[in-house]
């Protein structure tokens, strides 16, 4: 047996936890919005919708069965329409000078393209963690989608997570009711 303090790293026994980041992220998010936009009306959903892209369509012309079964990450909610889709990813997001896509997958932005149209909503926002070198917290970019036609409004935004739960619940609310406020 070798002394405690001896240089060989295979002797020393440990635990590696790994979490799920993108999983705990959502959850988070979904369950501090439940409790500040309840009393304003607004119902959150969490991995709901459950709506399909698409459906084959059968040689007689009918439709036969769903495929690729969408679960938004949370669904806000008002008078039973959908007024904002949030989409969370626990990814570092790019400061603006250095990238103009932030670091946004494209991959993302269709999702929550196909997201507008299939839940009708107005409203879309990719929600990532804060750190230090973004210029500031909440939505930091605002986008049209380029469909003619379409209103549809995505926001990039970013909330610290580190903050006291009170004062992130705070940022929550007023960055979501803010996009949720602003006309179609």
Sequence with gaps: M??????????????????????LFEAYVAALLRKALA???YEVVSQGGLRYCLNEIAPDGTFG??????????????NGRTVLVIDTKWKRLTAAGSDPKRGVSQADVYQLMAYARL???PRLMLLYPHHPDLEGEGALARHRLNVPGADERLTIASIDVAADR?????????????????PA
Excluded: Q
Aim: charged share 25%; glycine share 6%.
């Design 166 to 182: 009170l004062a992130t619940m705070a940022s929550l609310k007023a960055l979501v009711l803010g996009e949720a406020m602003v």
């Design 119 to 121: 839940y009708d909503s």
């Design 2 to 23: 070798r002394p405690i303090g001896s240089n060989d790293l295979h002797d020393l026994a440990g635990v590696t936890l790994l979490f799920p980041m993108n999983d």
């Design 65 to 78: 069965r769903p495929l690729f079964r969408t679960k938004p990450d949370c669904m806000v909610r008002r």
């Design 39 to 41: 009393p304003e009306g």
